[in-house]
C-alpha cells in the first residue's frame, strides 16, 4: 500500500463547476496535510493545509480531513481554467519518528477545467 | 524576496558519470529538503538539511548525498550515474518557525537526463 494514495486522472470538469480531489494515507499517526498545486514545467506551490478534522475554507478551496477514515479531500468551487494542473496531497509526519518528521507526497491528480 | 534558486536548471549525463546539483534556499530558511520527481514515482523525499545537519534521509542507494554549507545553501550529488536517476530534482526550503507546517518553497528544479 503506498503511503499517500491519489487517483492520478485525469480528472475532467467543466468550467463552473465543482472539482472534488481525494486523498487517502496510510499512517494513522501523521499529524498534518497539504495540497499543492502544479503547472505543467512548473514547481509545486502550497494552496491548503489542514490539521484538524473537518472542513477549512479558502476563497474557492475547501479542504477536507477525515482522520478516522484516513481521508483529505479538495474542493475547488466554481471552476476556471486556469485552475487546470496536478494537484499533490502531502502529509507531514508519515512513517517518522518524533522530531524526524517529512514531508510525503501522492502522485499527484490531474485536473483539467473544460471551458 | 528572491525565491528558491536551482543550478543548473538543464544537465545531460552520460551513465557512471556523476554530478552536483545546487540549491539557494529563501533568504532567512534554515531547512532545505530535496525531492525526486519522476513520471512514474512522484515526488520522491531524498533528504532534508537543517543547519547543516541531515535531518532525514529517505530510501535512496548511497549514491545520493548531499550537504549544507553556513550559509543554508545546500548541494547534492549523485554519483554513478544510471539511466534510472533521469528525472526532476526539486529542491524545496521553509523557514524555522513554519518547518513543522509542511510548507515548502520548491525553486524551479534541476532537470536531469542520463544517457
Known amino acids: 500500500q503506498k503511503e499517500v494514495e491519489q487517483n492520478s486522472g485525469p480528472l475532467s470538469v467543466p468550467e463552473g463547476a465543482i472539482a472534488s480531489l481525494n486523498c487517502t494515507y496510510s499512517d494513522r499517526g501523521s499529524q498534518s496535510f497539504f495540497w499543492y498545486r502544479q503547472y505543467s514545467g512548473k514547481s509545486p506551490e502550497l494552496i491548503m493545509f489542514i490539521y484538524s478534522n473537518g472542513d477549512k475554507e479558502d476563497g474557492r478551496f475547501t479542504a477536507q480531513l477525515n482522520k478516522a477514515s484516513q481521508y483529505v479531500s479538495l474542493l475547488i468551487r466554481d471552476s476556471q481554467p486556469s485552475d487546470s494542473a496536478t494537484y499533490l496531497c502531502a502529509v507531514w509526519g508519515i512513517g517518522s519518528n518524533f522530531g524526524n518528521e517529512k514531508l510525503t507526497f501522492g502522485t499527484g491528480t490531474r485536473l483539467t477545467i473544460i471551458p | 524576496k528572491a525565491g528558491v534558486t536551482q543550478t543548473p536548471r538543464y544537465l545531460i549525463k552520460t551513465r557512471g558519470q556523476q554530478v552536483t546539483l545546487s540549491c539557494s534556499p529563501i533568504?532567512?530558511?534554515?531547512?532545505v529538503s530535496w525531492y525526486q520527481q519522476t513520471p512514474g514515482q512522484g515526488l520522491q523525499f531524498l533528504f532534508e538539511y537543517f543547519s547543516e545537519t541531515q535531518r532525514n534521509k529517505g530510501n535512496f542507494p548511497g549514491r545520493f548525498s548531499g550537504r549544507q554549507f553556513s550559509n543554508s545553501r545546500s548541494e547534492m550529488n549523485v554519483s554513478t550515474l544510471e539511466l534510472g536517476d533521469s528525472a526532476l530534482y526539486l529542491c524545496?526550503?521553509?523557514?524555522?518557525?513554519?518547518?513543522?507546517?509542511?510548507?515548502?518553497?520548491f525553486g524551479e528544479g534541476s532537470r536531469l537526463t542520463v544517457l
Open positions: 524545496a526550503s521553509s523557514p524555522l518557525a513554519a518547518r513543522n507546517t509542511g510548507e515548502l518553497f
Open positions: 533568504s532567512g530558511h534554515r531547512s
